[in-house]
């Protein structure tokens, strides 16, 4: 019976915090975004497109950024030719809070806990940055893969750091015993 209730409570946690962080965010981009025109993007993806163009240009590729008239989205210039639109999406919140959820559902040590939320949150959001930094140049370089970057390898960069995070965490910190 104990390995139910242990199950019953990973998933009450795990889902309560989604969703009270979900509703935060969906807030946020409510208060934040306009989906009419004129467009305009949350703050978050907005700062996202910026650290992404500033990267960039570190590295030697010409960046600019502006605000799409059509759609909710940044539109991304490398050498003034469009390599790609950053959308709300882009910005690795949602995936964050995923990661936290649970991180929470699977507690450990409460100043250990926060720390690591803070710590693979930051990790994640960076990760983020350069995962969009090198689609961009991939995508400026090698239209034609469009599709294979896009949609698998460069998720999985973000994902495959999210699952890594959890291992780490659950094999060193938590304090769920088996």
Same mark, same amino acid.
């Given at each position: 019976m104990k390995g139910n209730k242990t199950v #019953? +409570?990973?998933l009450i946690k795990f889902f309560g915090t989604y969703l009270l962080l979900f509703l935060l965010y969906s807030f946020y981009l409510e208060r934040t975004q306009n989906e009419t025109s004129p467009f305009a993007c949350a703050p978050i993806t907005k700062t996202v497109a910026q650290q992404t163009? =500033? &990267? +960039?240009n570190i590295f030697g =590729?010409?960046?600019e950024i502006v605000q799409d008239t059509e759609t909710v989205s940044v539109k991304l210039f490398i050498n003034g030719k469009f390599t790609a639109f950053i959308v709300e999406g882009c910005n690795a919140i949602s995936i964050i809070i995923l990661f936290i959820a649970f991180i #929470? @559902? $699977?507690a450990g040590k409460f100043k250990t806990t926060v720390l =690591? %939320? &803070? $710590?693979g949150s930051l990790l994640i959001y960076f990760t983020n940055i350069v995962r969009? @930094? %090198?689609i961009s140049v991939a995508l400026y370089e090698y239209p034609q893969y469009q599709h294979v970057l896009h949609e698998i390898v460069f998720p999985a %960069?973000? =994902?495959?750091i999210t699952f890594l995070l959890w291992f780490v965490w659950i094999r060193n910190f938590s304090t769920l015993k088996k």
């Open positions: #019953v +409570l990973f163009k =500033y &990267l +960039l =590729y010409p960046t #929470v @559902a $699977f =690591y %939320i &803070l $710590f969009i @930094a %090198i %960069i973000i =994902y495959g």
